[in-house]
């Protein structure tokens, strides 16, 4: 009787734990490339090392296809000007022959290059370009951030139906997409929602009196898409003027200022920014890759994944999910329709799925600043 | 200093090179006799005579045989202990600093007090014989080497026949696992074993016989032994104690007699005081240093040793882990476990009134009148009692629980099938609802619950606690939910209810069963076969219980995350401000409030139910109340 009481015993544990220990990968001699764009120098060089260092993570963690293949990353400097760019997309398609590219460089910048890159038939993760014409008309770029129109939609509905905010004025870089698209996106949806908008200015023409005129307007919110030294500039202002209106502002701007300035942090104190991830607070866990990708970090860095190496990471497994999805072959136009029907994918913290136009539908997180640390205030589908 | 390099030599053996070294710097290398042990030795005869105090500093052997030397010669001595030799040190109560020790040591005033010799064999610490676990486990291994050592002297430890002969020819038959044999009372865990007064110069001999019942009692005196907890009023339960100026202990067979640590002998051994032989040096607040009267009568307590016609019984088979209580010994709790398993009008009456009133309460989704019916259901006793039966195989207990357990049942499915088909209305309650979704945790309240009851049935003191123990696991209710599922002919709410039924029923069983094995009143689980049975049905039980569990925590988790969690659908922002998951008819109904700025149509609600089922793994009928911020 005992020991069929504990062939059944067993037999239920190992039905309760399920058998998804997978078997191990047989390497192969075979080489699938993905290339690797990245600004590695001037005032941008955080976008293309960090999301480097997330590439690399992710490679580390999953070097190989489930068929064997061996990925390699190449990786070219996206330089400065679209000049520079284009050479770099042009040497890693056709010199390279890359299976499929990431690109770390900002909106702006791809958006210079977008009709050249789409000439080349490969496809294309833009890692960090959250303008939505970076795909709108296109067929090889897709997006791994939420694009700016939904970015700019949760912080006008945030403001006014969780902080229950009335009016709010704007500031943008006006020669920055980037930043004007927000901007732009943020003032119609909050005037759509019975907001009143008491200033919408270019970020060059701050000054006190600026400042002292929106108050005077009764500003309850300032919605600030703009660089990190222009908000710090304008926190000092409104020191200077005692004057706390709430602010708002946009992705990787808290992150941007904690790493590049992080003794100006006390100006970011219950400074709201809408975000890809959040920390890992008490409702967010990180998911099977983000723990991985975390515990790789912490060994090696002694730090946890910040935004860009978040975004390396995810764009690396995403890539390489639809490589495996086509192998044995790496023909570009099936990668590029794996990539823009991947389906719930587990990202870090959050499920994310690529549509037909190449749009990202992820979470929007709503993130402050609290006692000198970034705390997740809504997460947003 | 009194007296220091005088008429005293310094023996050392080889293993002592830094004490040596030490002493000749305390006395600045001059006037110092320095011997080793063998040199000593060679020598002895043509140096004794001009010595009267010995310093040693040795390993236990070269030691022993310094002391003889000098007991023979009546010359006082001083010991330096070795790194390794604590135990000694803490004896002799030396202190810490090396030059007080050396200090200490050359002192020609050493007290006089006894020698204990074994088969002519010095003890200085203790000497034993058999298995004493832990208290004679070797302290210098590690951890898990003394782990492992302490397993193996448990491993098959049985009580082995002894006879012990004292001094005025006394002479004790009994039975014991091993036994310790010390004169003074210091220096050893063994020593805290003896709680009567005791001297280094009372010219007598401590034995103390451990004679277990069980590893547990063994286990449990340790803790005493180790907390200091042991009454001064007589020896624990598990010893026996005699002191006599001498002692002759034999064994069935040959066993070690092991002294201070090291293996030197075998049974029979004769064990013999020399009184007042041995000066040696002893820092403050030794034994012997310490006034007092001492008795030096021989006292014998061997009241928990088996002795005359226990003794053969004793002697048959190993220790068993868990003490084994006799039925005579526990006849109260048998009387009254036989009772409750006897069917009787009171029960009937209970269990249907206990029920009508659940079903009631129901209903009426009144907590306080569910609870009410908890406290009146009888059902508790008969399981408590199956329990005892399987454990015990007694078959008459068993049958007679079984049959009572079994009607109880079939009143309880009865009586609420009855209400619910007088009810004209028959609404789904949140008391009702609440015992459709039992899960592990019901599965952990059930076999507290059941260690419970079987503990307070057995100690009558605490029986008042029961009651407690009845609402804890609520037997009725899941009963009449069941039957109400019937009434309803809802298979759904039936199963589901009478899952959990089950569950309590049999966790109650199983932990039951464990409970009175623990506490004794089986030598042994007897009923295997229907134990067996019950340990199946408990692992089936658990699948459903696990996937249940899976779904509350998913549950929980998705109904927290609300807090937290905002819908962006075609633009519209979308607060969830309330919602519960209900189970309805095997569906996974969600019941919310949402907040909306702008109107949402037919389209918004399908892309907001896509967002929202796509964080949940089943399948989600939603049904929502849109409250509009203006």
Not at chain 2, 107 to 117: I, M, R, T
Not at chain 2, 491 to 520: D, E, H, K, M
């Amino acid at each position: 009787m005992m020991p069929l009481i504990i062939y059944i015993i067993i037999s239920i544990l190992f039905f309760i734990q399920g058998c998804e220990k997978s078997l191990p990968v047989t390497p192969s001699t075979t080489v699938v490339k993905i290339g690797f764009i990245g600004t590695r120098a001037g005032l941008d060089v955080a976008d293309g090392e960090d999301t480097l260092e997330g590439v690399l993570a992710a490679q580390a963690l999953r070097p190989t296809l489930p068929n064997g293949d061996r990925v390699e990353v190449v990786t070219e400097d996206g330089g400065d000007g679209p000049e520079v760019t284009k050479a770099a997309l042009s040497k890693l398609v056709n010199e390279i022959g890359v299976a499929a590219l990431l690109v770390g460089v900002d909106s702006d910048k791809l958006l210079q290059v977008a009709e050249y890159a789409e000439s080349l038939h490969t496809p294309i993760i833009a890692l960090i370009a959250t303008h939505p014409g970076v795909v709108s008309d296109s067929v090889y770029i897709s997006q791994l951030c939420f694009d700016d129109a939904t970015q700019g939609s949760v912080a006008a509905l945030f403001v006014r139906d969780e902080l229950l905010i009335k009016r709010a004025a704007v500031f943008t870089t006006a020669n920055n997409q980037y930043s004007a698209y927000l901007g732009e996106f943020f003032q119609k949806r909050f005037i759509a929602t019975g907001g009143e908008l008491t200033g919408s200015h270019d970020v060059a023409d701050i000054s006190e009196a600026l400042l002292q005129e929106l108050q005077n307007k009764n500003t309850e919110i300032l919605y600030l898409p703009i660089a990190s030294q222009y908000l710090l500039k304008i926190m000092s202002l409104l020191e200077a003027i005692e004057w706390s209106p709430k602010i708002m502002t946009s992705d990787g701007l808290l992150a941007s200022v904690m790493k590049k300035y992080p003794e100006k942090l006390d100006y970011l104190e219950g400074v709201f920014a809408t975000e890809l991830f959040s920390d890992s607070g008490e409702f967010i866990r990180y998911k099977s890759l983000g723990k991985q990708a975390n515990y790789y970090f912490g060994e090696r860095h002694y730090s946890d994944i910040s935004t860009l190496n978040g975004l390396g990471i995810e764009g690396y497994a995403i890539v390489v999910n639809a490589i495996a999805k086509c192998q044995p072959s790496v023909e570009p136009d099936c990668v590029n329709n794996k990539i823009r029907s991947t389906n719930n994918f587990e990202g870090i913290m959050s499920k994310i799925s690529i549509d037909e136009q190449g749009k990202a539908i992820r979470p929007v997180y709503v993130n402050t600043i609290e006692d000198g640390h970034l705390k997740s205030v809504v997460k947003v589908y | 200093m009194e007296s220091q390099a005088g008429r005293t030599v310094f023996v050392h053996s080889t293993e002592s090179a830094d004490v040596r070294d030490a002493v000749l710097r305390y006395f600045d290398n001059k006037g110092m006799s320095v011997l080793t042990v063998a040199e000593f030795l060679k020598e002895q005869k043509q140096i004794v005579s001009q010595l009267d105090h010995i310093v040693v500093s040795a390993s236990m052997t070269d030691l022993k045989s310094v002391i003889k030397i000098a007991v023979e010669h009546d010359l006082s001595i001083g010991v330096l202990p070795l790194g390794s030799q604590k135990q000694l040190a803490q004896y002799l109560r030396l202190p810490k600093s090396q030059d007080e020790q050396i200090e200490l040591a050359f002192k020609e005033s050493g007290p006089a007090q006894d020698l204990l010799l074994c088969n002519g064999e010095v003890v200085f610490l203790k000497a034993t014989i058999g298995r004493l676990p832990i208290i004679n486990t070797a302290r210098d291994v590690s951890i898990w080497n003394r782990l492992q050592k302490v397993f193996a002297e448990f491993r098959g430890i049985r009580l082995l026949g002894f006879e012990f002969i004292t001094a005025s020819g006394k002479k004790i038959e009994t039975a014991a696992c091993g036994c310790a044999i010390l004169q003074h009372h210091e220096g050893a865990l063994v020593s805290r074993l003896v709680t009567n007064s005791g001297s280094g110069s009372d010219g007598m001999i401590s034995l103390i016989v451990a004679s277990p019942l069980s590893v547990l009692s063994y286990l449990k005196f340790i803790s005493q032994v180790y907390k200091r907890d042991i009454k001064s009023r007589s020896a624990p339960s598990t010893l026996g104690y005699i002191k006599a100026p001498e002692l002759i202990i034999n064994s069935e067979a040959p066993l070690a007699v092991e002294i201070d640590g090291e293996t030197v002998s075998e049974t029979p051994v004769k064990c013999e005081v020399l009184s007042n032989a041995l000066r040696i040096n002893k820092g403050p607040g030794a034994v012997d240093t310490l006034s007092g009267a001492v008795s030096t009568k021989e006292q014998i307590d061997i009241n928990n040793l088996p002795i005359g016609s226990e003794l053969a019984k004793a002697k048959k088979k190993a220790i068993p882990f868990f003490s084994y209580a006799s039925e005579e010994r526990f006849k109260d709790l048998f009387i009254a476990l036989k009772d409750d398993a006897h069917l009787n009008s009171a029960y009937v009456v209970l269990m249907v009134l206990s029920t009508v009133l659940a079903t009631i309460g129901l209903y009426q989704n009144s907590t306080s009148v569910v609870i009410g019916a908890m406290l009146l259901a009888p059902l508790m006793a008969p399981i408590v009692s199956i329990a005892m039966g399987m454990l015990r195989r007694d078959h008459h207990l068993y049958k007679r629980s079984a049959t009572k357990i079994v009607v109880g049942i079939a009143l309880a499915l009865g009586s609420s099938v009855m209400i619910t088909l007088l009810f004209p209305h028959k609404p789904v309650t949140n008391e009702m609802l609440g015992r459709l979704s039992p899960s592990l945790l019901d599965l952990g309240v059930a076999i507290f619950a059941g260690i419970a009851g079987a503990y307070t049935k057995s100690h009558k003191e605490i029986l008042q606690s029961l009651a407690g123990v009845a609402i804890a696991v609520a037997l009725v209710p899941p009963l009449a939910v069941a039957g109400i599922g019937l009434g309803r002919a809802d298979p759904y709410f039936f199963g589901q209810a009478f899952l959990l039924f089950s569950t309590n029923l049999v966790g109650i069983i199983v932990a039951a069963i464990l409970t009175f094995r623990v506490l004794g009143y089986s030598a042994a689980i007897k009923g295997k076969r229907s134990i067996g049975y019950v340990v199946l049905a408990l692992s089936l039980i658990t699948i459903p219980l696990y996937l249940t569990y899976n779904d509350i925590v998913e549950k929980l988790q998705w109904e927290r995350s609300w807090q937290k969690e905002r819908f962006l659908v075609n633009n519209k922002y979308v607060i969830v401000q309330k919602a519960e998951v209900l189970q309805k008819h095997g569906r996974n109904v969600v019941i919310m409030d949402i907040l909306a700025r702008e109107h949402l149509t037919r389209t918004d609600l399908d892309n907001f139910k896509q967002k929202l089922q796509s964080n949940f793994s089943k399948k989600l009928v939603i049904r929502a109340n849109i409250i509009y911020i203006l």
